[in-house]
């Protein structure tokens, strides 16, 4: 069977150094074609774009992006869906299907961080699969690739369409009853060493990517540019 594509959904900026670096990190990961949907850094190359145009939000963005790239048909059936700032620290033979754990324990946790707009989503996506008959959902809000399958995402994102601030990853892995094992979300929020060296994902924000010691580690575990990069920009 055929490696999967990849696709990226890319908000707008040429400057994307987390971008750059995920690119690289894919050699650890056998994968087919890499699509990058929104906006096409000129740096990047050997990559299949998907333009789309920019919209109001980061959410509606990222799901204009995601449909664009599920109806492009020369995108596989099957796919990985990353994030610009996804990084495999370890070499895979395939992609697993991981989870968060229980959606209503990850609902407690942003309870109390002030990200209105997001926890709204994650409850409103939360109340539209108890509609659906799904009273103990998983969280696949994981700042890891996720599995996905076009077909699929269809539907997903039929189902959600109502919702502004919707929870792709979420609502997919509950509708298709897709499984995975749990793991604890690996995206670094601090500039301190306190972060898992050895861990086979990473994820990182702009800034703990830029300034702190989980970026540096990662940019040193990637040295070299890669085959996606036109120039040799560190």
């Known amino acids: 069977m055929a490696a999967p594509d990849i696709v990226y959904p890319v908000r707008p900026g040429n400057t994307n150094q987390e971008l750059r670096y995920s690119l690289r990190s894919l050699a650890n990961l056998p994968h087919g074609r890499v699509w990058i949907a929104g906006h096409m850094p000129p740096w990047v190359r050997h990559a299949g774009h998907i333009p789309v145009e920019p919209q109001a939000t980061k ?12 109806e492009h048909e020369e995108v596989s059936e ?10 495999l620290m370890r070499p895979l033979v395939s992609m697993p299907v991981l989870h968060r754990g229980p959606l209503d324990r990850v609902e407690r946790y942003y309870a109390h961080r002030p990200n209105g707009s997001y926890l709204r989503g994650l409850r409103e ?5 108890g509609e659906l008959g799904h009273r103990q ?5 994981l700042h890891v690739p996720m599995p996905m399958t076009k077909a699929r995402v269809r539907e997903t994102l039929e189902v959600g369409a109502h919702l502004e601030v919707l929870h792709k990853r979420t609502l ?3 509708l298709h009853q897709v499984g995975g094992r749990e793991i604890s979300d690996p995206k670094i929020l601090t500039r301190s060493p306190q972060f898992p060296q050895s861990a086979p994902f990473l994820s990182t924000s702009p ?10 580690f990662i940019r040193a575990a990637f040295p070299v540019p890669g085959p996606y990069e036109k120039d040799r920009g560190r």
């Open 125 to 129: 996506t939360r109340e539209l699969l």
């Open 207 to 216: 800034d703990t990517f830029a300034h702190g010691l989980v970026g540096r």
């Open 59 to 70: 959410y509606k963005g990222s799901t204009a992006n995601l449909r664009a790239a599920v």
């Open 137 to 141: 959902p998983l969280s696949y809000e």
């Open 172 to 174: 997919y892995g509950n």
């Open 78 to 87: 099957e796919f990985l869906y990353f994030n610009d700032d996804f990084f």
